[in-house]
């Protein structure tokens, strides 16, 4: 019996999110939901929050791993909610909670977990028009080492397609 | 669309559990997850196994929160892993990922979790006959601050009663 | 060239602490730093701040380790603090940034601490005569581990001389 | 009694490291000492290292912060050593236990601790000829909420001045 297969969705919080950011995030969760993996995300607004609303919507299962030490700060579509306490030190639980990551646009908090997850070689997606980070990075590696690329792609089937191949690989 | 509930069991690992204790968090996590609760454990071995087990077979759904960064050291009766990579300071990380906490035996790990749901204010139940911590503790406050009664119960159904009612009062 | 020894002063913050828990906080700074030891505390009030202070006045260096991730919240007499943002685990911090643990009093904060100290190990002094979890757990062990025994002194001199001869065996 | 100023240097380890790196490294801990900061650093090899040896050769105090929860990982020049034992996420400690950022070279994890001094608004010069992400981020922001812009500089004197007076500023 191994455990449910987990999929971080990262990007812009509520401060950088736009309707097609938010609309896009909707159906990476929705794709995650679909391919019966468990989403895992931050937990707050903006491409977050959009990500756990698509994954619900599918019948999916979400968690929401957030900064604060109080369950009320996540938003509403988070089935499981892990409220760290670590503040913004909790980027790096999101990574290590997750098989593999798919990024949506993103600022300096999504690249700290893109970091995190590199540091840590799981497979990452970057969503390659949805500018921030995941344009900045995509097709790239993030220093000499290549401890993994992060692979640009044109939509969430892709993204989720991706993550999936390298988990069962 | 609240989140679920969330109970954390906690207890001796390997070292230090018995037969007996492990059927009782068998027990207990079945209860756990017959109440439609999701299960929290540090996602080891002993108690934290035997619980996962029993929600496991209840049909719950089960969270293993462990302190390496990689999920293959988590139980097999995990549905979800987050490998902190906190080591052993992910004791708090359970307390505050739980509405509610419920206490099999235990030594000094089960001792620190206790001590980080008291200090947050969580209900705590203490199945008074298992010995260790929970036999120590039940019925007691940790100090003079009397944040919560660690409150001792005879069975695992008083024990995941007393948190419902807690939770939902 | 070793690193300085580092020895962590732990107790009542100023919910539960008295001018004769201060006073005997003060003392034991005192001495740690008589010792040539670094003073590791929580950084903020009551047996902190007074440890602090005793280590201050005796020429001694002081780092607190707060839970706040700003600086402003460490008492007066931290000449470096670390604020690590990661809320009340960084108890599991300040034990592990110690060489040795000298407990004044203290409630569940402290108990946390040294359930930390006892599961990495660290030599435990606890000052008997000063209430609270030093004389609950004086002479004890805190499991059936043994894995340090908590040992019970009756002055701050006898704590310092206590960890030193520890530390150095 | 205010604490002392804290400065961060952070680059390669010793994958990555060059003898120019570390030469530069140990002029910028020599500078930082020489002005009277405490130096902090992630505790182990390459630029953390030769940054330890250069504050220790100019009579300096040195904090390492180190992934492990053993002392004995940390370079010989850490005069105190944090062994937080929360894996990679220290880079997080890192970032919050300084006053200001010098950054030498560096690759993802450098980046991460960037993120994670950007977030919360540190004050951050990058030697701009060190390569790696000191030279890919030199007067940039790290992302469009342009909390604080890393700063190029030429020399490790320009470096040090330049956090100095952000702090006293």
């Keep these: 019996m191994p455990k449910k297969r987990q999929i971080l969705v990262i990007g812009n919080n509520e401060n950088g999110c736009t309707p097609e950011l938010e609309l896009l995030a909707y159906e990476v969760g929705k794709e995650v939901a679909i391919s019966g993996s468990v989403l895992i995300t931050g937990g707050l607004g903006g491409v977050m929050r959009a990500a756990c609303h698509g994954a619900h919507d599918a019948g999916g299962l979400t968690v929401g791993i957030i900064p604060q030490d109080d369950a009320s700060f996540a938003n509403e579509y988070c089935d499981i909610v892990i409220p ?86």
């Design 84 to 169: 760290s306490g670590l503040g913004l030190s909790r980027d790096f639980l999101n990574a290590l909670a997750s098989d593999g990551v798919i990024v949506v646009g993103g600022g300096s908090g999504t690249l700290s977990e893109m970091c995190a997850a590199y540091m840590h070689k799981k497979p990452i997606a970057a969503l390659r028009k949805s500018g921030g980070m995941a344009a900045k990075f995509a097709d790239q590696y993030l220093d000499h080492r290549q401890n993994v690329k992060i692979v640009g792609v044109d939509t969430p089937q892709d993204a989720v397609k991706y993550i999936l191949d390298k988990i069962t690989a």
